[in-house]
């Protein structure tokens, strides 16, 4: 199954609830994600706001070039565990932020020029060389889903080319933009042409532009022909580095979220209670909202035994979905959800004083299932008083 769930792994071994990231499945995509790199010549960063399962950075820092960071303690955990470049973006920073960023940071993107202003001096009297770069917003959606659209009509995300202030440019080195969200490249195509239209005159004089995340590389339908072709292309124009900050692609299948059955009620359908929890575990499912995969579990009625299936905590609408099996679910019987390693690990909360789910990292070349991390009650306690 290429859904980062290895049938070879044995789910008695697995305590639940409990992530299990698939090494393999993380070395695919790190060679996708190396030949671009090697073929277009641009940089690839993780966006830990999506994956920070800080164990397997040693892995990931072998082809990837560096993190960007959402805060300074994203800035901080990439500086001391991936060790390479870190760029920094947030919608906006407090001076203390800024304070904390200096030292972490290789790049810092500012998402208003009122902020670039506000904190250019203290960014130069730091004496460290910081790459200084300025968020715009093409004003071009791509996505249908408003919440995942950094373009939509009031946006509060990246400068407006009607607001973009050339006279403060000294001092600014590169351009960001962040626009897309699982999409393929001619998404990314279509972008560039509103992004050059609007802000290629800036470029000449620029070192550097990132374009975001949201590039589903690793997809097995992602056209990275062109993808490649469009970077090798803008290089050569513009004559400057461009990054790719996704994070998404980096983990895309790469781990599962392993459940158990815990009891089995009935209101209208059969219901199992499990031991993890949509809103305090899978908080994109109602957030989003969307429908996880399960393995072998089918739609509603397509297999002989139709379960609702819902977590342990208070919410009425602590529910993950409507899945049937080919075999009666009894107390104890695990659930494995699919494509649970990116916005789920990092979302997780103890909403409720649910456990945590452990984090166990499985290596399909020798079958070794190792946990690298157990949660107990002072996590859940250290962080409220
Ligand atoms: C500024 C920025 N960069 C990178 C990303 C990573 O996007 P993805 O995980 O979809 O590739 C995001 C996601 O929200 C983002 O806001």
Redesign the pocket.
């Known amino acids: 199954m290429d859904r980062g769930y290895s049938e070879n792994l044995d789910l008695n071994r697995v305590p639940t609830p409990c992530f299990v990231i698939d090494e393999g499945k993380l070395k695919y995509n790190l060679k996708i994600l190396d030949d671009v790199q090697k073929r277009s010549g641009c940089k690839i960063l993780l ?1 830990l ?3 920070a399962m800080f164990s397997v950075f040693p892995l990931l820092r072998k082809t990837l070039k560096g993190i ?1 960071a ?1 805060s300074p303690h994203e800035a901080r955990l990439g500086y001391e565990e991936f060790r390479r470049e870190v760029h920094s ?1 947030a919608a906006a920073y407090s001076e203390t932020d800024i304070k904390e960023l200096i030292p972490l940071s290789d790049h810092i ?1 500012f998402n208003s020029f009122a902020q670039w202003n506000r904190f250019r001096s203290l960014i130069e009297k730091s004496g460290r060389k910081i790459n200084c770069g300025i ?1 715009v917003n093409p004003e071009h959606s791509e996505g249908q889903v408003s919440i ?1 659209d ?1 373009c939509a009509p009031g946006s509060r ?1 990246g400068v407006r080319l009607k607001d973009f202030d050339e006279n403060a440019l000294p001092g600014i080195s590169g351009l ?1 933009f ?1 626009t ?3 999409q393929n490249s001619d998404a990314l195509d279509r972008t560039l042409k509103v992004f050059e239209e609007k802000f290629g005159q800036f470029l000449y004089q620029m070192q550097w532009v ?1 374009f ?5 590389i690793t997809r097995s339908d992602y056209d990275v022909d062109l993808l490649c072709n469009l970077i090798i292309q803008f290089r050569k124009k513009y004559d400057l580095t461009v990054y790719l ?6 983990a895309l299948n790469a781990g599962i979220l392993v459940a158990s059955v815990l009891d089995i009620v009935d209101n209208h359908i059969h219901i199992a209670i499990l031991d993890t929890s949509a809103t305090a575990h899978m908080p994109d499912v109602l957030e989003m909202p969307y429908r996880p995969e399960v393995v072998n579990a089918g739609m509603p009625g397509q297999r002989a035994y139709t379960y609702r299936l819902g977590g342990l905590s208070c919410l009425a609408g602590d529910i993950i979905g409507d899945y049937s099996f080919d075999e009666p679910l009894k107390i104890g019987t695990k659930i494995v959800f699919l494509d649970m390693a ?2 789920t690990m990092v979302k997780t909360t103890t909403f409720n004083g649910v456990k945590l789910p452990s984090i166990a990292l499985y290596k399909p070349e020798n079958d070794k299932l190792e946990i690298i991390r157990s949660f107990t009650y002072e996590d859940y306690k250290t962080r409220l008083s």
Do not use: I, M, T, W
């Open positions: 966006a706001k999506a994956f960007c959402s973006f993107v968020r995942y950094p995300l960001h962040h897309l969200c699982e990132n975001g995340g949201g590039h589903h900050e996704p994070g998404e692609a980096v990116h916005y």
